[in-house]
Nanobody
Framework: QVQLVESGGGLVQPGESLRLSCAASGFTFNDYAIGWFRQAPGKGREGVSCISGSGESSLYADSVKDRFTISRDKTENTVYLLMNSLKPEDTAVYYC?????????????????WGQGTQVTVSS
């Protein structure tokens, strides 16, 4: 069955970096777009970034553009989210999710498989 397992979250200070990983299994990895979403306390889930099945195209939310970089490793069946220059407002639970499509979107309703999430806390 489809499984997505996030890792790499933690507590960092403002300005520092983290790299999140999303290990995928149970499907043909190259056929589907993978997205990262986040949910801060008391807020709805927000689309952060998405990468197409081929890895050749990606999308970013305006709030993370130029700070976050998404990538995928076909040999490891893993999608990464490198987060630089972290801010307190980046604090959230981060989820990866699989789309039923090859191409990208940041719309939550377009994703049908989800991981369990990993906590990212940015605080001094």
């Amino acid at each position: 069955q489809v499984q997505l397992v996030e890792s790499g979250g933690g507590l960092v200070q403002p300005g520092e970096s983290l790299r999140l990983s999303c290990a995928a299994s149970g499907f043909t990895f190259n056929d589907y777009a993978i997205g990262w979403f986040r949910q801060a306390p008391g807020k709805g889930r927000e689309g952060v970034s998405c990468i197409s099945g081929s890895g050749e195209s990606s999308l970013y939310a305006d709030s993370v553009k130029d700070r976050f970089t998404i990538s995928r490793d076909k040999t490891e069946n893993t999608v990464y989210l490198l987060m630089n220059s972290l801010k307190p407002e980046d604090t959230a639970v981060y989820y990866c999710a699989r789309s039923p499509y090859f191409t990208c979107t940041l719309g939550e309703s377009q994703f049908n498989y989800w991981g369990q999430g990993t906590q990212v806390t940015v605080s001094s």
